[in-house]
T-cell receptor
Framework: RKEVEQDPGPFNVPEGATVAFNCTYS??????FFWYRQDCRKEPKLLMSVYSSGNEDGRFTAQLNRASQYISLLIRDSKLSDSATYLCVVNAFNTNAGKSTFGDGTTLTVKP | GAVVSQHPSRVICKSGTSVKIECRSL??????MFWYRQFPKQSLMLMATSNEGSKATYEQGVEKDKFLINHASLTLSTLTVTSAHPEDSSFYICSARDRREQGRLSSNEKLFFGSGTQLSVL
């Protein structure tokens, strides 16, 4: 089993749709969590950190459930520019220098 | 925000050539940098963790003699792909974490990525 698992996707949705991505992690010592966005052949860019209390940034909402070791990302009112691969990233500080573990990513395509 | 500069952005070379990729943190110091490889339509795979002033830590299955890492200062790490072959063709990317954030149990331990290097070995 992978340390970080994401919905395999791809997700193809129309503009304006609401889409949710899920991510589970296996290391119970994980301490911090992030969603990154990666466009084709570009570097990943931080979308948002994920807090236990949940957090929202505009159309994006992230949730963390430590008991279930589960993270989610909700995108409302999808835009064409949201098309990208979304990476779930987990940091565990009991590992090598706080190594970050990446999920395989979920690809989103928003269509007109 | 913090910036990580990675050069070159693209390399095309002949088989057997060695290729050096640089990763610099421009406005922060990083005692640790990470090197990844990404094949098409796959996720980032951590190759090694580069530690300033000491030997790099390699992930299982990554040949340390093939992928030489040097982290001579708090702002520079280099990855050298020695005697590159076509199967080494990939997107290589580095990341760094601000040393002031390192080890702190906070949600601010985010990674700053270089822009990546597309290596094509003919």
């Amino acid at each position: 089993r992978k340390e970080v698992e994401q919905d395999p996707g791809p997700f193809n949705v129309p503009e304006g749709a609401t889409v949710a991505f899920n991510c589970t992690y296996s290391n119970s010592a994980s301490q911090s969590f992030f969603w990154y966005r990666q466009d084709c052949r570009k570097e990943p860019k931080l979308l948002m950190s994920v807090y236990s209390s949940g957090n929202e940034d505009g159309r994006f909402t992230a949730q963390l459930n430590r008991a279930s070791q589960y993270i989610s990302l909700l995108i409302r009112d999808s835009k064409l520019s949201d098309s990208a691969t979304y990476l779930c990233v987990v940091n565990a500080f009991n590992t090598n220098a706080g190594k970050s573990t990446f999920g395989d990513g979920t690809t989103l395509t928003v269509k007109p | 925000g913090a910036v990580v500069s990675q050069h070159p952005s693209r390399v095309i070379c002949k088989s057997g050539t060695s290729v050096k990729i640089e990763c610099r943190s421009l406005d922060f110091q990083a005692t640790t940098m990470f090197w990844y490889r990404q094949f098409p339509k796959q996720s980032l795979m951590l190759m090694a963790t580069s530690n300033e002033g000491s030997k790099a830590t390699y992930e299982q299955g990554v040949e340390k003699d093939k992928f030489l890492i040097n982290h001579a200062s708090l702002t520079l790490s280099t990855l050298t792909v020695t005697s590159a072959h076509p199967e080494d063709s990939s997107f290589y990317i580095c990341s760094a974490r601000d040393r002031r954030e390192q080890g702190r149990l906070s949600s601010n331990e985010k990674l700053f990525f270089g822009s990546g290097t597309q290596l094509s070995v003919l």
